[in-house]
């Protein structure tokens, strides 16, 4: 830094780029005051107060610029986490309405097979008693020939 001002106070003619930087760091602030000192419009310690006050708003400025873009990241990130969640649970019930239908589609099915059949049972109710006792013995005799296996 005072390697550089005193460049600067012996006449430098800087870049547009290095003035930049040589600004940005303070440099050419403290140059400023400086010759504010030596025309005698200011006093060296008046000069090096109003430098510091400079230098800490300074950073003060590039504190808040850094965390109102750390902020912004952080809720970017939050924002895109919250719609891939929402596209995580939009795939899982599709994959899950995918895989639904053939477990619905047969109770529905068994339904409407049931409804026909309770029809059938008010129209002939001894005829369908006689078809399920031998139904239910075969059902019986089945589970006996798996055990003598």
């Known amino acids: 830094f005072d390697s550089t001002l005193s460049w600067v106070m012996k006449g430098a003619q800087t870049t547009d ?3 930049a930087i040589l600004s940005y760091r303070g440099v050419m602030m403290k140059k400023h005051l ?16 109003k430098f510091e006050a400079w230098v800490s708003e300074k950073e003060n400025k590039i504190e808040g610029k850094v965390q109102s873009l750390n902020e912004a990241a952080q809720a970017s990130r939050s924002a895109r986490l919250a719609a891939e969640a929402e596209v995580n649970n939009a795939r899982k019930a599709a994959i899950e309405a995918a895989n639904a239908p ?19 049972t ?16 075969a059902t019986e005799e089945a589970p006996a020939e798996e055990s003598a296996e």
């Open 102 to 120: 053939v477990v619905e589609e047969a109770p529905a099915e068994e339904a409407t097979e049931e409804a026909p059949a309770a029809e059938a």
């Open 17 to 19: 780029t290095a003035r």
């Open 34 to 49: 400086l010759e504010g000192v030596r025309k005698g419009a200011l006093t060296e310690e008046q000069a090096e107060a």
């Open 122 to 137: 008010e129209e002939t109710p001894a005829a369908e008693v006689a078809e399920e006792a031998p139904a239910e013995e």
